[in-house]
Structures are given as C-alpha cells and as structure tokens.
C-alpha cells in the first residue's frame, strides 16, 4: 500500500488528500474506524451521496451541518460528506445534552443536524427552539422508523441512497469544520479550522 506524505503546501485542502489517494491506491484500505476498514473510493463515493442529499435538504457551501454521534464510522463518513458539500461540520460531543447542546447549534447556525437513534431524544429536547436548524438526520433508526425530533426528520440510509453529487470547489482557507472547546471559562467556543 502506498504511503500519502502530506507536503506542507499552502494550497492543498482535506479534498485534495483524499484526491490523491484515490489516484494511487483507490482500492486500499484508507479508514479503519472502530474496526470498520473502508477505501479511498468508498470514503468518495459515500461522501458524493451524502453531499448530494444535503444538497437536497438545502445545505450550500458555507452552511453549517452538525453532528451527534458516537466515534463510528458513520460519523467520520459524515464529516467527509460535510465537507464534500462544501458545507462546514460541526462535531459536538455526545455528553452534551440540554443547554450545552442548544447552545452549540445555536451558535455554530447549523442548519441540519445528524444524530444518532440512540441520541434522539437529545435533539428532540432542544431542536423546536433552534431557528436555523430545518432538518435532522438519523443514524441506525431502529426498524427505519423515525422519531419526533421537532424538525423534518430524514434516515440517514435514505441520505446513502442518492446519486453522488461531484465535490464542491474549496481553497485552502475556506472552512471545514468548527471544533468546539470544553467551555471551561464559560459557553463553548468554536475553534475555526480551515481545508488547509
């Protein structure tokens, strides 16, 4: 298997790597997650389907799309498919329920939230209070069947099913992804992390 070396350039952007992957070794392992391997083209492929579908639910590049899962390779497919949309990601921790939830998709603007069947209930609790946030998706719906969550709810394999959608032009210094910080001084604040 061949190794990528990251260059150090100034203009390459998270899309790029997983371009270059895919031109050397597309087939190869890319992602072990929590014991699930997937490929570089895998890794492509879902992220243009999940781009696509949020495409569908309104999301443009800029919008902000958060998500509430557990480590799983769910999660790191969702933030390729963010980011493949040209969209910003927004991981935030699976402890946070309440106003420490509402305030992080608040303040991020998100405006579709992925969230796992088992973190639902969670979502349901704050999302009706949340403006901007239109849509919500669901991992591992059991039996396919959605909960309330005070927002168009989607299943997420639903979102799988689409035609994948090319990936949306980035430049290095456009955002990624709003990591949030632990909020030991007060309310969370997101650290801006840019393709580069």
Not at 141 to 161: F, Y
């Amino acid at each position: 298997m061949a190794a990528h070396v990251w260059t150090g350039r100034a203009d390459s952007t998270v899309l790029d790597l997983l371009d270059r992957r895919l031109a050397a070794d597309a087939d190869g392992q890319y992602l072990d997650v929590c014991g699930t391997a997937v490929s570089a083209a895998a890794v492509a492929d879902t992220a243009g389907r999940l781009a696509g579908s949020l495409a569908g639910l309104g999301v443009r590049p800029g919008d902000r799309v958060a998500t509430l899962l557990e480590n799983s390779i769910e999660a790191a497919l969702a933030w390729w498919g963010i980011v493949h949309a040209g969209a910003v990601a927004v991981p935030v921790n699976t402890a946070y329920k309440g106003e420490y939830l509402r305030h992080q998709l608040a303040d991020s603007g998100s405006r579709v939230l992925i969230v796992g069947a088992d973190l639902a209930d969670r979502a349901a609790a704050v999302v009706p209070g949340l403006s901007e946030l239109a849509h919500v998706v669901v991992v591992g719906a059991p039996g396919g069947s959605l909960p309330d969550v005070g927002a168009p709810a989607h299943a997420w394999d639903d979102l799988l099913a689409a035609d994948p959608a090319p990936p949306v032009a980035v430049r290095p210094g456009d955002l990624a992804t709003f990591v949030y910080t632990g909020g030991t001084t007060g309310p969370s604040k997101g650290c801006m992390l840019s393709h580069n």
